[in-house]
């Protein structure tokens, strides 16, 4: 039985009431105060301070201070008035009793309230990081995807235009080549109409033993023109990167472009050159799924995490790979990873059919107990309900499922926050 305090002492004013209550010689950290509106009590053991107030007070402004080995409570009054006495005097220990019990009711009805409060501020805000962290990530991947559109645009553009100055520029060729076979053929058929007047003169003219005569003989030798002198022409040209005549590019442009594409090619290089390292077996993701699926049975869960990225790198295409590394992360709590590997595996397991019923339902659990583990359970149980609905006669998904609704519904503890 507790030792009641007797030794206090107390002043007041119009509007507050100090209270002064030796702590004979008990530590700070061991003072438990309780205050409503008409009760106070100030426990450290073995001893026991309560009283019943004859005046109600306003519990939400009053203090309590602890030093020097006393308490000093400052209760707020209701009534700017002085108190006649600070207790009621009455030997009914059935209204003290019922007094007692009402402030501690009301005590843990606050308490209560203030935890819910608590809880749902700190919801809301995880809520809200959560999906400030998922907006600017997906807004982080819009931007890189519209820079590859924009610089495969780009490149689709100066491709079609060095396509097209080639076509014209053959064109040109041929019409340069018809233009001087025609000019041969012309030249040709002139000689021929000069030689032929020239022999249809009129004139007698001696022929030789062979039938000609001298004159056209000699015709022959005059009008033909000499041959031609073999030999070989040496053009230069300006050396180019680019297909394009240099008066006619955009050489910073083209630069750039140029700077790209080196540090692409380095970028792959590496890759290439750190996977040369590796065995012939380490290069196929199908076994590296293997070890990451017995490194994580052995509670090795960061081993199968590398495995699982060094399978990922090999082939971005294979869902398992995400879904399995989601659940390594939700046993390293990186929860928000967990989230992110699952919905990338959802993506990848489209459409839905029956061929991946089992997987789509265990990325769904994986996500939402991610959520859940964040304190968001109504996310959460949306993924269980998913999962459920793909496997509606599973116990153990059914009794999580009631488990989450129990918990937002406030009839079961989060064991998250205990």
């Given amino acids: 039985m507790p030792l009641l305090v007797t030794d206090y002492s107390w002043t007041q004013t119009d509007s507050t009431v100090y209270i002064n209550v030796p702590l004979k010689g008990a530590k700070a950290g061991k003072v438990d105060i309780l205050c409503t509106n008409e009760y106070l009590k100030v426990h450290f053991p073995p001893y026991l301070f309560e009283a019943v107030l004859s005046e109600p007070v306003d519990d939400d402004r009053s203090t309590a201070k602890i030093g020097n080995g006393v308490a000093v409570i400052s209760l707020q009054k209701r009534t700017n008035k002085l108190w006649e006495q600070l207790m009621i005097t009455t030997n009914d220990k059935e209204k003290k009793k019922e007094i007692r019990e009402r402030a501690l009711l009301k005590h843990q009805e606050k308490l209560a309230a203030e935890s819910k409060a608590k809880a749902e501020k700190q919801h809301t805000e995880k ?20 820079m590859k559109d924009t610089e495969r645009e780009r490149t689709t553009a100066e491709l079609e235009a060095w396509q097209l100055k080639q076509r014209e520029k053959a064109e040109e060729e041929a019409q340069l080549k018809l233009q001087s076979q025609r000019g041969d053929q012309d030249k040709v058929k002139a000689v021929t109409k000069k030689h032929e007047n020239g022999c249809s003169g009129g004139r007698k003219v001696k022929l030789d033993g062979r039938g000609s005569s001298e004159a056209e003989s000699k015709k022959k030798h005059v009008d033909l023109p000499p041959p031609r002198v073999s030999g070989n022409i040496r053009v230069t040209f300006t050396p180019r990167v680019f297909p394009t005549a240099l008066r006619e590019s955009r050489v910073p442009e083209e630069e750039e472009w140029l700077k790209k594409q080196a540090e692409a090619r380095c970028a792959v290089n590496a890759d290439v050159n750190e996977l040369k390292d590796l065995k012939e077996e380490e290069r196929n993701p199908d076994w590296l799924k293997e070890k990451g699926d017995k490194c994580f049975a052995t509670g090795n869960y960061l081993a199968a995490v590398n495995a699982y990225n060094l399978a990922i790198r090999l082939n971005r295409k294979i869902p398992a790979l995400y879904s399995n590394r989601a659940a390594c992360h939700l046993k390293l709590r990186n ?84």
């Avoid at 809520?127 to 519209?146: F, G, N, P, S, V």
């Avoid at 609704?405 to 205990?418: C, F, N, S, V, W």
């Fill in 127 to 146: 809520k809200y990081a959560l999906e400030t962290m998922m907006k600017l990530e997906k807004e982080e991947r819009e931007r890189i995807q519209k």
């Fill in 335 to 418: 929860l928000h990873k967990a989230v992110e590997d699952s919905s990338q595996a959802l993506e990848l397991l489209t459409p839905p059919v029956a061929a991946n019923a089992g997987a789509r339902a265990r990325a769904h659990v994986r996500r939402g107990s991610a959520l859940c583990k964040l304190q968001l359970h109504a996310e959460g149980l949306q993924d269980y309900q998913a999962a459920l609905k793909i496997d509606p006669h599973n116990e153990a998904l059914q009794a999580d499922t009631q488990r989450i609704r129990d918990i937002i519904q406030g009839t079961t503890a989060d064991p998250e926050t205990q």
